[in-house]
């Protein structure tokens, strides 16, 4: 994970520096550090946030026009100050921030110290940073040279932005497999793990591949690779605006993107269905379509919340293409030899489109000759770029570590393939197409609908907020949501929360029930109605206290449930994208009363570059 930012111009670095690095803190927020160039150099770092950082450099006057930052989240050493990036090597010549594990880095460092060369923090980074010294000082070697050699020795993954001391004209900047981005600018040039500190400044960037070597000047920019051939840099236009990144008024950006999320899906499907909803066109999956139509398995890979849209979207998909489906975590996938065979479609989700095990999914997948499909929300990241085809969700920047509109968005993406493949397989009928279609039109209403909810969740939360266990059920499309919901509310509130398909609750987790356990039925299916009702009863007849979302209109649940939470009826395949909104309103609620960092919680990182 962490974060990185670089400046080279003839501003001054620091205010952009900072700048872009609190932007930056969903990737890690354990410390902070920044190189200032001018004349001199000079380092700052700190353990905690960017704005303890920025109240330590504003003690002093320095400032230059070439500087890097970094926020981390922390792998090797625990985050306090000497463990803090920028690491900076044993002679002072060369300062390195790095994003990313270098795994082979136990093994470089009893070979430098075998040397005399002294460590003074407990980093890989520090590693780095030594061994380029090391090669630059030995080898008498360029700092250019001294780098890519470096780079060819190390193992593992890095997004690095250095300076070398005796060359301050310039920033080295150089990935394998984390990412980063250069923002193209006139007479300034900027780096960063992501585009949101750059758009400000230009829209104009080249994301770095792997093995990629920057060599980034103000008024120049030289892309070379770590292998010996160099490259033509490729500039995009990046399509992302500054108050897309803003709080707009909310309290945090958990609750605005909560309350986007209307708007999110509709640019889900804005321009992919036909505007007498006729059909669905996925321009993105257009070169697949035929193969995955004929697929005999489908596979879906993700973490953390992108699984449980994948969960969500297995159900979705057997229903409507009757193509069997799996769904695994992509860090089991890629370690345990998966069955694959030609012609079957790998799925992968992903907010991000950096997480480094789901990138490894893919690259396993492919090696094995499947045909890979990304669902990303991040336009131009890593798995886009790795997949055969796939669909970009349109959902904004995600900047909440919780994912919220991720999810609907990503469930909407695998709503839309299903239909569409469904209706080319012949497994479902035009009627049929359209009415799903319509119905996919009018959720973004919908969605509007279930957030006036918003006020009662509030209302629930001060009654739940100092409970220390909860349980979430839910049956068919609401198991899924069910996971979703226990998620939301352990990362953020820090509550133990487990999801559950509501009738294993007899097997086990019906043992925890008594008058101190809040559960959380999640009760609008219409399929398995009657069984979720009996499911309640067995709750109250052991005194659990129960939370039931419900179908608008519901008396029948109302009568027996604690309290209930309403969101409109809808068709089965979007019902979880309406039932979850009352979890995650109810997540945030709990969480900002305990006084918990709703936007940054401890330990987690919105982006999980490391595996
Ligand atoms: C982290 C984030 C989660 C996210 C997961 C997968 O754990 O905190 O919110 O669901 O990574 O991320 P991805 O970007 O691949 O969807």
Redesign the pocket.
Known sequence: MCGIVGYIGSKAAREIVIKGLKLLEYRGYDSAGMALVNGETRIFKCKGRVEDLEKMVSNSDFNGTLGMGHTRWATHGEPNELNAHPQVSHKGNFIVVHNGIIENYALIKKHLQGKGIQFSSQTDTEVLANLIEHLYVEGDLTAEEAITLALNRVEGAYGLVIICTKETDRLFAARKGSPLVIGVGDGENFIASDATPIVEYTQRVIYLKDDDLAIIKKDELVLKTVRPKNIEPEVKEVDLKIGEIDKEGYAHFMLKEIFEQPRAIHDTFRGRVLPDHSGIMLGGLHSELENISRAEKVIIV??????HAGLLGEYIFEEYTRIPVEVEYASEFRYRDPIIKNGDIVIA???????AD?LAAIRIAREKGAKVIGIC?VVGSSIPRETDAGVYTHAGPEIG???TK?FTTQVTVLAMMAFEIGFLRGTITGDRYRELIDELVSVPSKIEKALQVNEQALELARIYQNKRNALYLGRGYLFPVALEGALKLK?ISYIHAEGYPAAEMKHGPIALIDEDMPVVVVATSDNTYDKIVSNIQEIKARKGSVIAIVTEGDEFIRKMADYVLEVPETLPPFSGILAVIPLQLLSYHIAVLRGCNVDQPRN?????TVE
Do not use: D, F, M
């Open positions: 993700a973490c953390g919340t992108s699984y989700i992903s907010q991000s489109g950096e997480t789901t929300n570590v919780a994912s991720a990362e987690l990182a919105k982006s999980v």
